[in-house]
Every structure is written in structure tokens, then in C-alpha cells.
């Protein structure tokens, strides 16, 4: 692991997140791939209330390492929006051992099951 951060800002403050603890990973990595799954099926404005919930569950999770006094009440009280959550996810994930994808990435990446060697 490196001392690399990511940052996430949200309502108006801004974390620096490490590498998250495996303790903190198990619980946010399971609802990322989720939800990502479900977004790139359906698109973002299809999320479910449940999901919103799981989201902002996962992005507290991984700010209250940091700044363990931030009770997930106090968190919910904070004003930001669900797209507002969606952008800070991609440094929760990253943060928890994901890798994000960009455009470019995907241009790059070779179909699946392809093979990526010249003949």
C-alpha cells in the first residue's frame, strides 16, 4: 500500500481518505459492486431508495475512519444531494481497494475473453 489519498468532499467539507482497513473494506465494497452493477444496467436516475441508503451507509463508513466522532445521524443531517453522493463515490471505492474506470480505460481494455497478444 502507498500513502496515497482520496479525497471526498461532500456538503461543503473534504476528507482525505487512506487506503481503507480490510474491516472497512467488507462492508463497503459488497454494496459498491452493487449499485455499479445496477447504474451501468439502468443508469443512475433508476437507483433505489434502498441503494441511495447503502450508498451514503458505505461513504460514511469509509469518512468515519478518518473522523471516527461523525455519528451516521450526524451524517445524514448534512446537506448534500444523491448526485453529490454519486461523485464522491468513485474516491470511497478507490479508497476501498477498487479500481476505477474511466473513458479512456475502457477504450483501452480489450473485449473480454479477447485476447491482448499479437499473434
Do not use: C
Amino acid at each position: 500500500m502507498t500513502d496515497e489519498t482520496f479525497v471526498v468532499e461532500l456538503a461543503g467539507r473534504s476528507w482525505s481518505l487512506p487506503h481503507l482497513p480490510f474491516r472497512v473494506i467488507k462492508s463497503i465494497q459488497p454494496v459498491l459492486f452493487k449499485v455499479y452493477e445496477d447504474a451501468a444496467q439502468a443508469g443512475p436516475s433508476a437507483l433505489a431508495e434502498t441503494q441511495i441508503d447503502n450508498l451514503a451507509a458505505a461513504a460514511w463508513r469509509a469518512i468515519a475512519f478518518v473522523e471516527p466522532t461523525l455519528s451516521f445521524d450526524d451524517f445524514l443531517t448534512m446537506s448534500f444531494s444523491v448526485a453529490d453522493l454519486l461523485t464522491a463515490l468513485p474516491a470511497v471505492a478507490q479508497a476501498a481497494g477498487l479500481r476505477v474506470q474511466t473513458a479512456a480505460t475502457a477504450e483501452a481494455s480489450p473485449e473480454p475473453g479477447k485476447s491482448i497478444s499479437t499473434p
